[in-house]
C-alpha cells in the first residue's frame, strides 16, 4: 500500500514561499492520483490541487497562479511549491493518493503558517 508522508512545511511571511513534499513510495506506478488538501483551524477541509495518474495538474482558484506541483521520481516525491503566500493560506497541508485499493492513502500532514 502507498502510506504518504509529508514534510517540509513551517512558518514564512506573507508573500514568501514554501515548498512541501509528500514522498509516497509505490506511487509512480502510473495507477495513482494524489491530491493535496489543507484544513485550517476551525475551518472545513479544502482541496488544493490535483496530480492526476496521466501527469496533468490541476489547482483550485486560491491556487493557481501561486502554487505549482512538482515531481521527483528517483525519490518517490511529490512537491507543492507555494509562492507569495498569504496568512490565508496558513492551515495544515495534506497529501492523499487515490486510485485501486493498495494506492490510496493519507499522510499526517504538515503545518504551513504565514504571518502578516
Known amino acids: 500500500a502507498v502510506r504518504p508522508v509529508e514534510s517540509g512545511g513551517g512558518s514564512v511571511q506573507s508573500g514568501g514561499s514554501l515548498k512541501v513534499a509528500c514522498i509516497a513510495p509505490?506511487?509512480?506506478?502510473?495507477?495513482?492520483?494524489m491530491n493535496w488538501h489543507r484544513q485550517a483551524a476551525g475551518k472545513q477541509r479544502e482541496w488544493v490541487s490535483r496530480?492526476?495518474?496521466?501527469?496533468?495538474?490541476e489547482y483550485s482558484d486560491s491556487a493557481t497562479g501561486r502554487f505549482a506541483i512538482s515531481v521527483d521520481k528517483a525519490k518517490d516525491t511529490v512537491y507543492l511549491e507555494m509562492d507569495n503566500l498569504k496568512p490565508e493560506d496558513t492551515a495544515m497541508y495534506s497529501c492523499?493518493?487515490?486510485?485501486?485499493?493498495?494506492?490510496?492513502?493519507w499522510g499526517q500532514g504538515t503545518q504551513v503558517t504565514v504571518s502578516s
Open positions: 492523499q493518493t487515490w486510485g485501486p485499493s493498495w494506492c490510496r492513502g
Open positions: 509505490g506511487f509512480f506506478s502510473g495507477t495513482c492520483g
Open positions: 496530480l492526476t495518474r496521466e501527469g496533468a495538474m
